[in-house]
């Protein structure tokens, strides 16, 4: 089959489509009445089913088949939206990820669904009962004067506004008419040439195995006039009356989803849906949810690989190295219109670089909109009633850092809502609110982004912190008696803590705090704690607004340049030789009244020595948490822009370096860690 | 016939091929950035059109002894397992399609390179032919190891 071209698109656009399907269940917990919620999952599941079938992914077909089912219970007010079924469809949105993610491995997308499938026929047999019963009463139909449900309603007020006509047409066949099926079908066509058909009564199957009398009903929306209607549809043979009825707005209105209606277009639905022939109905919404999502959303996109976008990256920094030697050509040249010109790229490659960046960025929602679901999930199992604000989702940041800081994220939140909300009665008795709250926050700051995790649960309890601390042997018992307040809650990041009493599998597996303080240093970044006892605590994280730009300090160590991340630089000084102390055969020096240990760095990377420097020793001060280090080194450069460079995947773990970068000479400068220089 | 297309360069006065689909592109000598705490035959990193791209002598990979560069040294840029790596050649100069039934497997030492690396031995009319296996040259655990060593002292 030659469907692989398509298979990104399909991953692509499946991904979207469980992301809208994910936020509108949880929109929809918040109000369960709200039936365009479900209109908009119906339309989702319902193009999710459409694309994996095509595609040959049919137990996602089959499972997005069952689900629509159920949708179309809760829309049609069959189905009540309770907690079970909301969990029922949390269980298969678990699984549609599963089956998407393992066909973008290259898998099958196969997955044993029954027991979700059972569930959810249950729901949709076990609250539907009322269906069948309905159902017998098609002979009602005829009388009914125009029974449609809020789906077709929605639709039908589409097209209205878009300046199409709708009209409700009932259409007579001769009594002794002998192709029965025939003439529906052409009538259908007549139809489908001047506008679509949205619905008809019986439905199409029916039609087509001529199971109803002499008479049926469509609606059509159409921008045709209904004289000419009448017209076209009255040159079938055969055909002995044609009434069009127009629907407009007000009519609409005053149609409260008949429940009975409801329930027989329910079953047309399904029928229509299990006949391949049956497509032009299905055919006609699509067209109008395409036509609706076009009006809705106008914001023109295209999908980039971001590879291409690091190519895009890797060519301008080119430019760039390029860029710097013109102008030191120009320079020396002295010619006034090169230096017009020069400058000129300059500030053009400057803008330049500011959208090649922004167009690296992405909203931190991609990473936050998947934490309601778990938040929801964790706070049932632990019994806890916890409600997640999230605020300045829209807050952009690098694709690079977006892929790291998930996990990270959701250690905290889980921290938060294990350790952090009290169960509900305890809340009660200390006069809070039974739901307990935690926000997620983030923001930009500067050169920074901000996420902070906030609860308003117990707080640190720091009494138990520090007993803790002392049986893990972190901290000695002499030492625990002078440390404040921001100390001890600093130790929940010390490795091996753990503050529950037992060891449950939302946190606290051993792998603590520690390895999300390390991952955020890991990528340029810092995390703090501030805590409340009984008023509730806040996590902190402070990320850099990208990763592949990073403003640096470039210093010169014997002929080698290297460059210090600022983001760990506290200062520089120059020190004299003599203010150069000894102790236990570690040079250190007296910085602003803190012995800083010297680490110097032609001897920690063997740099071939040229020349030895005397008197005069330039010292970088850097630091890691609260420990520092002073790097010595031989001249600064000055500081600069620099774009982060890996060393090639054959390098993987040099010591003390972190990267490279190109500098405007074209030369290679090394990226000194100093996470990894500070012991 | 069965061909196989192969660079090949010059070292210590012998004759290697490497797959021609292995190699990227053969560049002169350009600054190098040494790379501090690495084994002695990584010679550092250099600017291959805005890649940082590591670079190896194979001189001193095959513990050869290392000549100063001269207008005929070269580096051969190769792509192995997704890796790219630069190769510091005596000279690079040719390119020559191999019948496959001349190679041989390799006899215990060529040239004082290890057998390990060599994938065979291609006699030709009046040449001999050295194959080097890049996976095993650019093997990572030995690497790995070496610097291990090297970080332990």
């Known amino acids: 089959m030659e469907l692989n071209q398509y298979l990104d698109v399909f991953i692509e656009e499946s991904k979207e489509h469980l992301l809208a399907i994910n936020n509108n269940i949880i929109a929809l917990e918040k109000t369960p009445h709200e039936i365009s919620i479900v209109n908009e999952i119906f339309r989702s599941a319902h193009t999710l089913k459409g694309m994996s079938a095509t595609m040959g992914f049919e137990d996602l077909a089959q499972l997005t088949h069952v689900m629509e089912n159920v949708l179309d219970g809760i829309r049609n007010e069959t189905i009540e939206v309770s907690s079970n079924v909301l969990d029922v469809l949390f269980s298969c949105l678990d699984h549609l990820e599963a089956m998407v993610l393992d066909i973008s491995n290259g898998g099958d997308g196969k997955r044993n669904v029954t027991e979700t499938v059972a569930r959810l026929a249950a729901i949709e047999n076990g609250e539907g009962e009322a269906a069948p019963i309905n159902a017998n009463n098609d002979d009602n139909g005829r009388e009914q004067e125009l029974a449609i449900d809020s789906f077709e309603k929605t639709v039908l007020l589409e097209s209205i506004d878009q300046g199409y006509n709708a009209f409700y047409t009932i259409i007579r066949l001769r009594d002794d008419c002998i192709l029965k099926a025939a003439r529906v079908f052409m009538v259908f066509e007549v139809l489908e040439q001047v506008g679509e058909v949205v619905k008809s009564v019986p439905s199409v199957e029916m039609l087509e195995q001529e199971e109803f009398d002499s008479e049926f009903q469509v609606t059509v929306i159409t921008k045709t006039s209904s004289e000419e209607l009448i017209d076209r549809i009255l040159r079938v043979s055969e055909i002995t009356n044609v009434d069009v009825h127009p629907i407009t707005r007000e009519l609409l209105k005053s149609v409260d989803e008949e429940t009975p209606g409801s329930t027989e277009t329910k079953a047309n639905e399904e029928q229509q849906e299990a006949n391949l022939t049956a497509e032009k109905t299905d055919h006609a919404k699509e067209a109008m949810s395409g036509q609706k999502g076009q009006t809705a959303v106008t914001s023109k996109t295209i999908r980039v690989n971001i590879d291409r976008l690091d190519q895009l990256m890797n060519l301008f920094e080119e430019l760039v190295i390029d860029r710097g030697r013109l102008e030191d050509i120009a320079k020396d040249l002295r010619n006034s219109e090169l230096n017009e010109t020069v400058e000129h790229m300059a500030r053009i490659s400057s803008d330049l670089q500011g959208i090649i960046l922004t167009m690296r960025m992405v909203p931190v929602e991609q990473v936050f909109n998947r934490f309601p679901r778990m938040v929801r999930g964790l706070a049932k199992e632990l019994n806890k009633s916890i409600n997640l604000e999230i605020i300045g989702q829209e807050t952009e940041l690098d694709r690079t850092v977006i892929d790291e800081i998930g996990d990270p994220l959701v250690h905290l939140l889980r921290n938060s809502i294990d350790h952090g909300i009290e169960l509900p009665d305890v809340r009660k008795k200390k006069g809070k609110t039974e739901e307990g709250t935690i926000t997620l926050r983030a923001y930009h700051s500067g050169n920074h982004v901000f996420i902070e995790i906030e609860d308003d649960g117990a707080g640190i309890n720091r009494e138990k912190v520090l007993k803790k601390a002392i049986e893990n042997g972190i901290v000695s018992k002499e030492m625990s008696l002078s440390m404040t307040d921001k100390q001890i809650d600093e130790l929940l990041f010390a490795s091996g803590f753990s503050t529950a009493d037992h060891i449950s599998d939302i946190s606290g597996r051993g792998v603590g705090l520690d390895v999300v303080k390390s991952k955020i240093e890991s990528l340029g970044g810092q995390v703090a704690v501030e805590s409340t006892p009984g008023v509730g605590t806040v996590f902190s994280i402070q990320l850099p607004l990208t990763l592949s730009i990073i403003p640096s300090l470039l210093v010169e160590v014997q002929q080698e340049k290297y460059a210090i991340p600022l983001s760990s630089i506290i200062e520089t000084a120059v020190i004299k030789k003599e203010e150069i102390l000894s102790a236990h055969h570690q040079k250190v020096i007296d910085f602003r009244g803190k012995v800083v240990p010297l680490i110097f760095l032609k001897d920690i990377f063997e740099v071939p020595v040229v020349s030895e420097k005397d008197r005069f020793y330039p010292v970088v001060v850097v630091r890691k948490g609260e420990k520092m280090a002073g790097l010595v080194v031989d001249s600064f450069i000055g500081q600069q822009e620099i774009v982060l460079k890996s060393l090639g995947s054959y390098l993987t773990s040099v010591f003390a370096i972190s990267g490279a970068t190109i500098l405007g000479d074209g030369q290679v400068a090394l990226i000194i860690d100093c996470n990894a220089l500070i012991q | ?153």
């Open chain 2, 1 to 153: 016939m069965n061909e196989k297309k192969v660079i090949v360069f010059q070292l210590n006065d012998e004759e290697y091929g490497v797959d021609v689909h292995q190699v990227k592109s053969i560049e002169r000598v350009l600054p190098i950035t040494r790379i501090p705490r690495t084994p002695d035959f990584i010679k550092g990193v250099i600017n291959l059109r805005g890649i940082v791209t590591p670079i190896l002598n194979l001189r001193s990979r095959f513990n050869m002894e290392e000549i100063e560069t001269n207008e005929n040294t070269r580096i051969i840029i190769v792509t192995v397992d997704m890796m790219e790596v630069g190769l510091i050649v005596d000279g690079a100069n040719d390119v020559i399609d191999i019948p496959v039934d001349a190679i041989e497997p390799p006899p215990e030492v060529v040239g004082g390179v290890c057998a390990e690396y060599i994938e065979g031995v291609a006699k030709l009319e009046n040449r001999l032919l050295i194959l080097l296996n890049l996976e095993k040259v650019l093997n990572q655990q030995e690497l790995n190891q070496l610097e291990q060593i090297g970080s332990g002292l």
